[in-house]
């Protein structure tokens, strides 16, 4: 599968485009006032401890306290199990007994802040460069499931060892973009890795609470390291100066990459060369059309994120269950598509058109699995529940597309739909009948949207006549162009 990279450098702001196919499949999007905070290095201070949640709260210097959940607190004996947190090592340890108030703390961003809650942290340190993870307070090897050849897993592992001095602190994760290097690469990560750490650890020492201590590459660089890898062929930058920066980074740490980062120097945008723009402009959309004449539905909530698949215009060749079938299978490509582009994360239940036989549910099932193969984050798929619905999980490490680039509509407040005209004229009419029983007036004026006005003239002007004379005063009415359709007021004069 051939894949390109797409970087277009703004302003204020960068975007990375993973394309494979001529087909976006995820999107980057890094702003000068909201940069990601995932992978930062603080040191913190504890502002309170909640023995209740099992947590404790912590100023990092940000807007809102970090969250810090016992399970993320790595102890001294932890180092015992390859540096697992409490959690992971089965210990069930009190918080108060590894925090205290006041207390100062070397943390990491697991998560950027979403919504209303402040960033999840954890002590367990991870640093990563182009084939290894650091873990300073970790030990040994280990090898990436996404490198499933034995023999080659070994021969990594067998490189990393011969490097890892046994006397030394810290543990390695290989990456997956080790896959084929050298012994001297994971030698020169490792060196960087190691002088990285000793500088970090002796700024934590000087440095004081609430400040950051340190901070990822940004997300030109952070592509060529996290998300560009043997598979992609070519990398086109449409900024000299970061073309020059990835270009440098690139020799430096991944010499193999540098013959595939391209300047794009044409007038032509080159998010609008490929169609990028368009493709950000549907993923925004609830519905999204499949080939076959079907569609498929997705609805993001603070909770979770539901997906619905039908049929719609599809109608088949054979029979009903052939039509269902198809249009499911179709459906599992589209979904880890847009999964992926709009960066949806949490729960999320996949309500695919009931089939009947268990064999086409399987497949289903398993079509889901391989087209999700290729996605970064972590996702698992749980068994069918009884009402025939697919229950899932993605990792959730920062905002979904549709958090980053939109707000909750003003006129309905995030609701997703507005009162319909003629519920709102019933809405004035009793507006004008409650005023009237209250207040003493020589006449009233109604302004409303333009609609409503138009409907309260035609076919409520009888209602209007009538209340007219029950409150033996004129109603006048008049058009307000700012105001939303459900929006009104009711004067006396």
């Known amino acids: 599968m051939t894949a390109e990279v797409l970087i277009n450098v703004g302003p204020r702001e960068v975007r990375a485009a993973l394309v494979e196919e001529g087909v976006l499949q995820e999107l980057l999007i890094e702003r000068v006032n909201h940069r990601g905070l995932i992978s930062n290095i603080y040191k913190g201070r504890v502002s309170r401890v909640l023995p209740g949640m099992q947590a404790a709260f912590i100023d990092i210097g940000l807007e809102r306290a970090a969250f810090l959940h016992a399970s993320d607190i790595v102890q001294p004996s932890d180092a015992e199990n390859g540096g697992e947190s409490a959690h992971a090592s089965g210990k069930d340890s009190e918080i108060q007994s590894l925090v205290s108030e006041g207390g100062e703390l070397f943390v990491q961003v697991l998560k950027d802040p979403l919504g209303t809650k402040g ?6 340190i991870t640093i990563p460069s182009r084939y290894l ?8 090897v280990g090898i990436s499931a996404r490198i499933e050849d034995e023999v080659e897993r070994q021969r990594l592992r067998d490189a990393a060892l011969t490097y890892a001095k046994p006397d030394e602190p810290g543990g390695y994760i290989v990456r997956t973009a080790a896959e084929g290097a050298p012994p001297d690469a994971l030698r020169a990560d490792m060196l960087f890795l190691q002088r990285l750490w000793s500088v970090l650890s002796e700024k934590s020492v000087t440095i004081k609470p609430g400040n950051l201590v340190h901070e990822d590459l940004p997300l030109t660089l952070r592509v060529l390291r996290d998300v560009v890898s043997s598979g992609v062929e070519k990398v086109s930058v449409d900024h000299p100066e970061s073309f020059d920066r990835m270009l440098e980074f690139a020799k430096t740490f991944m010499p193999e990459l540098a013959d595939r980062i391209q300047l794009y120097d044409s007038e032509r945008p080159l998010f609008d060369l490929y169609g ?13 059309p499949l080939k076959s004449g079907g569609y498929v539905i997705f609805d993001q909530t603070e909770a979770m994120t539901t997906i619905d698949v039908n049929t719609g215009a599809y109608v088949g ?10 249009t499911n299978l179709e459906a599992t490509v589209a979904i880890a598509r847009q999964l992926r ?3 949806l994360g949490g729960i999320i239940i996949i309500d695919f058109i009931d089939m009947q036989e268990e064999e086409h549910r399987r497949q289903v099932r398993q079509a889901l699995e391989k087209a999700l193969d290729g996605d970064h984050a972590k996702t698992h798929i749980s068994s069918v529940s009884p009402l025939g619905l697919v229950e899932m999980t993605r990792k959730r490490t920062r905002e979904s597309l549709e958090h980053v680039l939109c707000v909750a509509c003003p006129t309905c407040e995030g609701r997703g739909f507005v009162k319909t005209v003629e519920t709102v004229c019933y809405e004035i009419f009793r507006e004008i009948l409650r005023q009237a029983r209250q207040f003493q007036f020589q006449e009233m004026m109604v302004l409303a949207h333009q609609d ?11 209602a209007l006549a009538e209340l007219e004379v029950f409150t033996r005063k004129p109603i006048r009415l008049q058009t307000e162009a700012l105001y939303n359709q459900d929006q009104y007021d009711v004067v006396l004069m």
């Open 452 to 462: 409503v006005i138009e409907r309260l003239l035609d076919e409520e002007s009888a």
């Open 119 to 124: 960033a999840r942290l954890t002590t367990f």
């Open 317 to 326: 060749h054979r029979n009903l269950e052939e039509t269902i079938f198809r």
């Open 276 to 288: 990028v723009e368009d493709e950000i402009q549907r993923s925004l959309d609830r519905k999204v």
């Open 133 to 140: 993870v650091f873990m300073p307070k970790g030990h040994g």
């Open 341 to 343: 582009l709009r960066n």
